[in-house]
């Protein structure tokens, strides 16, 4: 029997999960990680966002325009040895974005869907193959890699907290328990923007290190050395 470590989770590479709201700058954190060692996989037409960021120039990315593409792109990151050797960091912006993607082409599968009478099968269709996507990219060896995804409130015993938001509120539930980190980002009312790291009783968190705060600066690039340090 191998007893592993942390120190076995980091090697494989950090595997995280960012939600906020929209327009909360998600997709700039990209912006703080080392873009020459960074591949953007972007579903949501955000880029724009970190042009002015500083080193926008090594901006490298790819846009699947499909589901299809994104298995292209999974297989060329697991088996290419020269991305492996090019990339430290894959940055998915968003897993929302695929969720939806993946629940509108199931409504075109006659097998999948004929008509409100098949929402059940339709949401739990959707609900297997989202998590599957989700563990095949957090599985990826020697990647870190960052999922991004809006951020969406569930009401328990009159209760608020937020979430990542997915089609299907069982799949929201499902993702958190997926990754290391989930993390939380949160602009507060004076315009400030933190990493919320840790849960509270308002919003979904974890973070399977000790070395970081409860509230972080939102530096991906200074989290990942503070992790990894």
């Given at each position: 029997?191998?007893?592993?470590?942390?120190?076995?989770?980091?090697?494989?590479?950090?595997?995280?999960?960012?939600?906020?709201?929209?327009?909360?700058?998600?997709?700039?954190?990209?912006?703080?990680?080392?873009?020459?060692?960074?591949l953007?996989?972007?579903?949501?037409?955000?880029?724009?966002?970190?042009?002015?960021?500083?080193?926008?120039?090594?901006?490298?990315?790819?846009?699947?325009?499909?589901?299809?593409?994104?298995?292209?792109?999974?297989?060329?990151?697991?088996?290419?040895?020269?991305?492996?050797?090019?990339?430290?960091?894959?940055?998915?912006?968003?897993?929302?974005?695929?969720?939806d993607?993946?629940?509108?082409?199931?409504?075109?599968?006659?097998?999948?869907?004929?008509?409100?009478?098949?929402?059940?099968k339709?949401?739990?269709?959707?609900?297997?193959?989202?998590?599957?996507?989700?563990?095949?990219?957090?599985?990826?060896?020697?990647?870190?890699?960052?999922?991004?995804?809006?951020?969406?409130?569930?009401?328990?015993?009159?209760?608020?907290?937020?979430?990542?938001?997915?089609?299907?509120?069982?799949?929201?539930?499902?993702?958190?328990?997926?990754?290391?980190?989930?993390?939380?980002l949160?602009?507060?009312?004076?315009?400030e923007?933190?990493?919320?790291?840790?849960?509270?009783?308002?919003?979904?968190?974890?973070?399977?290190?000790?070395?970081?705060?409860?509230?972080?600066?939102?530096?991906?690039?200074?989290i990942?050395?503070?992790?990894?340090?």
């Amino acid at each position: 029997m191998q007893v592993k470590g942390f120190e076995d989770v980091t090697s494989d590479g950090i595997k995280a999960l960012i939600y906020s709201e929209p327009g909360n700058g998600k997709t700039t954190l990209a912006a703080t990680l080392d873009l020459k060692r960074t591949l953007i996989i972007s579903f949501e037409s955000g880029l724009l966002s970190i042009l002015d960021e500083k080193g926008f120039e090594d901006l490298q990315y790819v846009e699947p325009s499909n589901l299809s593409d994104l298995k292209d792109i999974y297989d060329n990151l697991k088996n290419n040895k020269d991305l492996a050797a090019k990339y430290d960091t894959i940055f998915i912006d968003s897993l929302s974005e695929i969720s939806d993607m993946m629940l509108e082409a199931l409504k075109q599968d006659p097998t999948v869907y004929t008509g409100m009478k098949d929402n059940m099968k339709l949401y739990m269709i959707n609900q297997e193959k989202v998590v599957g996507i989700a563990k095949s990219f957090r599985d990826l060896k020697g990647y870190n890699v960052i999922m991004t995804a809006l951020a969406a409130t569930k009401t328990t015993n009159m209760v608020e907290k937020l979430l990542p938001s997915m089609a299907g509120q069982k799949l929201a539930d499902k993702l958190p328990p997926l990754y290391d980190f989930v993390w939380y980002l949160e602009v507060t009312s004076d315009g400030e923007r933190r990493l919320i790291t840790q849960p509270t009783s308002s919003i979904t968190a974890k973070s399977r290190s000790r070395k970081l705060e409860s509230a972080e600066e939102p530096n991906l690039g200074n989290i990942l050395l503070k992790i990894k340090g």
